[in-house]
């Protein structure tokens, strides 16, 4: 089965710019989609399809993907972005199963 | 605005079976997945499977077996049923909207709206 591959932590400066990667063979069939998610609370949706944004999301959240890897770009992060965030796509053999990355940490300086 | 509000038992003692249930407010109940993703203390989103209006089911092969997922269409609902639960089953269980859309080769899925959360906690 496919996996999603994240880096399990990374730091950004207050108003700087971040990606978090997520790698996987599904990729180049499932677009990936981005999850954040704080302490104690459930996931929230921050970008889907072609870098796609639920309302609600500020437009400093962008995603790309260029092969078998899909970023999530935070551009100018700010302190509440600080949190977890989740890739996911499905496994692109079989029947096609929801998967998840591991998650990358996120902190902002 | 889709809502979704779940509900089950907290804790269990090993053997036992999980059971939750996800009410959908707010939207229409047909032409989605709905999904079941737990997260154990400290871990990372792990999914457990998903269920369409029809009753149709996919699961995670990872699990042990003994997840049961089901569907009320007349009430908008969906459970999800872990039989034999253990220590290794203590998480918080979310439930979640799923769509899966294609584009040309390529698909696009994601989950939009997610319940509350239920913590639940396997303990002799």
């Known amino acids: 089965s496919s996996e999603l591959t994240q880096d399990p932590a990374v730091s950004v400066a207050l108003g700087q710019t971040v990606r978090i990667t997520c790698q996987g063979d599904?990729?180049?069939?499932?677009?990936a989609s981005w999850y954040q998610q704080k302490p104690g609370q459930a996931p929230v949706l921050v970008i889907h399809?072609?870098?796609k944004r639920p309302s609600g999301i500020p437009d400093r959240f962008s995603g790309s993907t260029s092969g078998n890897t899909a970023s999530l770009t935070i551009t100018g992060a700010q302190a509440e972005d600080e949190a977890d965030y989740y890739c996911?796509?499905?496994?692109?053999?079989?029947?096609?199963?929801?998967?998840f990355g591991g998650g990358t940490k996120l902190t902002v300086l | 605005q889709v809502q979704l509000q779940q509900w089950g038992a907290g804790l269990l003692k090993p053997s036992e079976t999980l059971s939750l249930t996800c009410a959908v407010y707010?939207?229409?109940?047909?032409?989605?997945?709905w999904s079941w993703v737990r997260q154990p203390p400290g871990k990372g989103l792990e999914w457990i499977g998903e269920?369409?209006?029809?009753?149709?089911?996919n699961y995670n092969p990872s699990l042990k077996s003994g997840v049961t997922m089901s569907v009320d269409t007349s009430k908008n609902q969906f459970s999800l049923s872990l039989s034999s639960v253990t220590a290794a089953d203590t998480a918080v269980y979310y439930c979640?909207?799923?769509?899966?859309?294609?584009?040309?080769?390529?698909?696009?899925?994601?989950?939009?709206?997610w319940g509350q959360g239920t913590t639940v906690t396997v303990s002799s």
């Open positions: 399809g072609l870098n």
């Open positions: 707010g939207g229409s109940f047909s032409g989605y997945s």
């Open positions: 996911s796509s499905r496994d692109s053999s079989g029947i096609h199963l929801v998967i």
């Open positions: 979640a909207r799923g769509t899966v859309t294609t584009w040309g080769f390529f698909y696009f899925q994601y989950m939009d709206v």
């Open positions: 599904s990729l180049g069939t499932y677009y």
């Open positions: 269920i369409n209006q029809s009753g149709s089911t």
